[in-house]
Structure formats: structure tokens, C-alpha cells
């Protein structure tokens, strides 16, 4: 059973950058680690849970076009944790960012779902960018 505990939210103004973090505990083989998020009013087809970026286990990165070149999401300690550098923030970013798992995830980047479709989320942690 994955578990996923995230931090590093907060406010930013516009332009500026935050750094989030995701504590992975459990059998993470076969799944693939990544980060979500949910913004007010942003849906597609009755699904408010956007793929914004993935870590696949052999290394490979993949980020949604709204985040690409902006974001950079990486692991360290020995793949406990994973982090999202989000560097160039707009208030167009800000929403709940959920640390997620789950073998499907790379496919979703990009795409919105409904939340119940993931395997494992963390708690989510709040990012506010102000104009």
C-alpha cells in the first residue's frame, strides 16, 4: 500500500517560485509517482484532476504543456521523496497539488480525471499565486 504525505505549499506573487515536496512510503513497484492538481472552475468534461507531472521508474519525466519548461519534478533519497520545482508562477497555477501514485499515471499527464481513478493521493498542499 503507497502512501504519500506532501508539503510546501504557500503564496507566492507571480513570477516567483516554490518548491513542493512528497514523502513516498510503501511498495511502489509498478507505479508510477507524479503530482496533480485541482483549480477553482478548471474542469474538462465534469473532471477537475489534472496530470501535471510524472516520474516513471526508469527515470523519464513528463509534464503537461501548461507546466512544461516551468516545472521540474525530480527524486532524491534514495526515491523516498519527490519533489516539484515550480519556478515562473501565474495565478493561473494556483489550485491543490496532490502528490499521486499509480501504473496509469504517465497516460493522464495533460488530461483531466476523475480523483477515485488514482491508485494513492496525499492529503494535497495549497499553492496561491497572486497577480
Known amino acids: 500500500h503507497v502512501q504519500l504525505a506532501e508539503s510546501g505549499g504557500g503564496s507566492v506573487q507571480a513570477g516567483g517560485s516554490l518548491r513542493l515536496a512528497c514523502v513516498v512510503s510503501?511498495?511502489?513497484?509498478?507505479?508510477?509517482v507524479g503530482w496533480d492538481r485541482q483549480r477553482d472552475g478548471v474542469e474538462r468534461e465534469g473532471y477537475d484532476l489534472?496530470?501535471?507531472?510524472?516520474?516513471?521508474?526508469?527515470?523519464?519525466?513528463y509534464y503537461s504543456d501548461a507546466v512544461k519548461g516551468r516545472f521540474t519534478i525530480s527524486r532524491e533519497n534514495n526515491d523516498n521523496t519527490m519533489y516539484l520545482e515550480m519556478n515562473s508562477l501565474n495565478p493561473g497555477d494556483t489550485g491543490m497539488y496532490f502528490c499521486?501514485?499509480?501504473?496509469?499515471?504517465?497516460?493522464?499527464?495533460?488530461?483531466?480525471?476523475?480523483?477515485?481513478?488514482?491508485?494513492?493521493w496525499g492529503q494535497g498542499t495549497m499553492v496561491a499565486v497572486s497577480s
Open positions: 510503501g511498495d511502489t513497484t509498478n507505479y508510477v
Open positions: 499521486a501514485a499509480d501504473p496509469n499515471l504517465r497516460l493522464w499527464v495533460g488530461r483531466f480525471i476523475s480523483r477515485p481513478v488514482v491508485d494513492a
Open positions: 489534472e496530470g501535471v507531472a510524472v516520474f516513471t521508474s526508469d527515470g523519464r519525466t
